[in-house]
Nanobody, 117 residues
């Protein structure tokens, strides 16, 4: 059972930056994919970014060029650097860990990101 704890959310003005962190309770080197998802009020949870254990990445079109996902297998952590934030980025951001064998998803409790002037 992997436990995930997010941090780094908050209130930021449009155009600003935030860095989210996700701390895992165990070694993530064997976790297939670490990812970030978000859910805005009244909307479904959506993928923001994924990174595999071999370094492959996938981003939502809406964040390409602005957000960067990374993972540190020594610190058992994943990060999401968010630049040029927009009001439409406002959401609760969730860290996700996905194992391949067995196929399972683990979720953090979420951290609120609010982009507003």
């Amino acid at each position: 059972q992997v436990q995930l704890v997010e941090s780094g959310g908050g209130l930021v003005q449009p155009g600003g930056s935030l860095r989210l962190a996700c701390a895992a309770s165990e070694n993530i080197v064997t976790i297939w994919r670490m990812g970030w998802y978000r859910q805005a009020p009244g909307k479904q949870r959506e993928l923001v970014a994924l990174m595999t254990n071999t370094g492959g990445t996938n981003y939502a079109d809406s964040v390409k060029g602005r957000f960067t996902i990374s993972r540190d297998n020594v610190k058992n952590a994943a990060y999401l650097q968010m630049n040029s934030l927009r009001p439409e980025d406002t959401a609760v951001y969730y860290c996700n860990a996905e194992t391949a064998i067995p196929p399972r998803h683990y979720w953090g409790q979420g951290t609120q990101v609010t982009v507003s002037s």
